[in-house]
T-cell receptor, first 116, second 116 residues
Framework: DTEVTQTPKHLVMGMTNKKSLKCEQHMGHRAMYWYKQKAKKPPELMFVYSYEKLSINESVPSRFSPECPNSSLLNLHLHALQPEDSALYLC???????????????FGPGTRLLVL | AQSVAQPEDQVNVAEGNPLTVKCTYSVSGNPYLFWYVQYPNRGLQFLLKYITGDNLVKGSYGFEAEFNKSQTSFHLKKPSALVSDSALYFCAVRALRLGSQGNLIFGKGTKLSVKP
């Protein structure tokens, strides 16, 4: 089973709202990722968690706040977003093995976010 | 720095014909290369990867890719295209991040269109 689930599938929010995106995997992966993808563009990395600790933050604005409450869950808390933040938000996970960079990342279906 | 290039924005193929989607890479050290496919409004699905060993890598759905070190290429191929192969294809290289899981760096994507 290589399934990563994300909820909700779609989200519409105003610029003053607070919302959260959720990601879950039960593959025993200890690395989890958030990517942002604009239409017809490649995904761009936002955050990486390794063993439930934030290991990479790609200078993402503080209106995006990640959280990894346990090894299976990854959240992205959203607050005071801008219309240009509208995009597909993808979660991914991978094992952490001896070959650090060899492990495959498995992606969820994404949450399509629209900020009005 | 690691990077990948996909020189074609779109590839058009007739059903039943062979297809090739091109990818070239630039890395320092050993390359860890991946191909993903994305159907409309969906997440990314893993097709195959090259880590080491045999230059011809076989993956899901009948796809294969040939690693060519001298040409720094990792082209995706399929002997006989299906209409259902029509999608957006991303080549990716694993970024080497000291002390952390490396994220994926994606090419800009190639839209494959297979006509009946």
């Amino acid at each position: 089973d290589t399934e990563v689930t994300q909820t909700p599938k779609h989200l519409v929010m105003g610029m003053t709202n607070k919302k959260s995106l959720k990601c879950e995997q039960h593959m025993g992966h200890r690395a989890m990722y958030w990517y942002k993808q604009k239409a017809k563009k490649p995904p761009e990395l936002m955050f990486v968690y390794s063993y439930e600790k934030l290991s990479i933050n790609e200078s993402v604005p503080s209106r995006f706040s990640p959280e990894c409450p346990n090894s299976s869950l990854l959240n992205l808390h959203l607050h005071a977003l801008q219309p240009e933040d509208s995009a597909l938000y993808l979660c991914a996970s991978s094992q952490i093995g001896a070959g650090l960079y060899q492990e495959t990342q498995y992606f969820g279906p994404g949450t399509r976010l629209l900020v009005l | 720095a690691q990077s990948v290039a996909q020189p074609e924005d779109q590839v058009n193929v007739a059903e039943g014909n062979p297809l090739t989607v091109k990818c070239t890479y630039s890395v320092s050290g050993n390359p860890y290369l991946f191909w993903y496919v994305q159907y409309p409004n969906r997440g990314l699905q893993f097709l195959l990867k090259y880590i080491t060993g045999d230059n011809l890598v076989k993956g899901s759905y009948g796809f294969e890719a040939e690693f060519n070190k001298s040409q720094t290429s990792f082209h995706l191929k399929k002997p006989s295209a299906l209409v259902s192969d029509s999608a957006l294809y991303f080549c990716a290289v694993r970024a080497l991040r000291l002390g952390s899981q490396g994220n994926l760096i994606f090419g800009k994507g190639t839209k494959l269109s297979v006509k009946p």
